[in-house]
């Protein structure tokens, strides 16, 4: 942990940061805004305030804008603390035009493997239906997803159609078109024109079952 200047925090500031390595080190993870609110008898609003000023003065930084996963920094900048566990948010709904990842609003998040998934600004998506069974992925996984606005050829993202409607299929660029293909013979690819579709991110893995056990798309 960064070496910590009587001068420069509080003696909040010092005891809250104190707390964070602590819990870090011990659970392998960020405690919640409820969780060290409930720790330290504060409000979830005071560990916001901590949380930012401690950021601002270079002692704490923040993995992404959806995973609430916060590091400690020590006096190089690097995170000093371990994470084994990260959280990711589960992404609830779509505001039409705007891309997913500009959203600010979720469902809760998940808890995974930091060693598994790390990649920056990782969010996921609770899957509905069986579209996609044929890749492994079934109706109430979690798809986890890297945000992307493009795609290659065969790869599983997710797609916003007509700016409202998010899909989760198989993406392939034609001469004039965009095909989405799902994995299931009950479903026939959908063509779409370029201005019709935007990409925003490509699955990299998916979570089952109420542990979250991980396994990967085909």
């Avoid at 916001?48 to 006096?75: D, F, M, P, V």
Wanted: glycine content about 10%; charged content about 25%; aromatic content about 6%.
């Amino acid at each position: 942990m960064k070496p910590i200047t009587p001068t420069e925090l509080t003696e909040t500031q010092q005891n809250f940061l104190v707390y964070l390595d602590e819990k870090i080190r011990e659970n392998g993870r960020t405690p919640s805004l409820r969780e060290a609110a409930a720790d330290l008898g504060i409000s979830h609003t005071a560990v916001g305030q901590l949380i930012k000023a401690l950021e601002a003065r270079g002692y704490l930084r923040r993995e992404g804008r959806y995973s609430r996963t916060i590091h400690i920094l020590n006096r190089t900048g690097a995170a000093a603390a371990p994470h084994r566990v990260r959280e990711i948010a589960v992404i609830g709904r779509i505001t039409a035009g705007l891309p997913m990842y500009a959203q600010q609003e979720w469902e809760g998040t998940v808890v995974v493997d930091a060693g598994v998934f790390r990649g920056p600004d990782l969010f996921s998506l609770r899957i509905r239906g069986d579209s996609m069974q044929g890749a492994g992925i079934l109706d109430g996984d979690i798809a986890v997803c890297e945000p992307r606005q493009f795609a290659e050829n065969g790869e599983i993202v997710v797609a916003l159609i007509h700016g409202d409607e998010a899909t989760v299929k198989r993406f392939f660029r034609r001469g004039d078109h965009i095909e989405l293909r799902p994995e299931n013979p009950a479903y026939q690819p959908v063509r779409y024109g370029f201005d019709e579709i935007l990409i925003q991110g490509k699955v990299v893995g998916v979570l089952r079952g109420p542990d979250g056990i991980p396994h990967t798309a085909a």
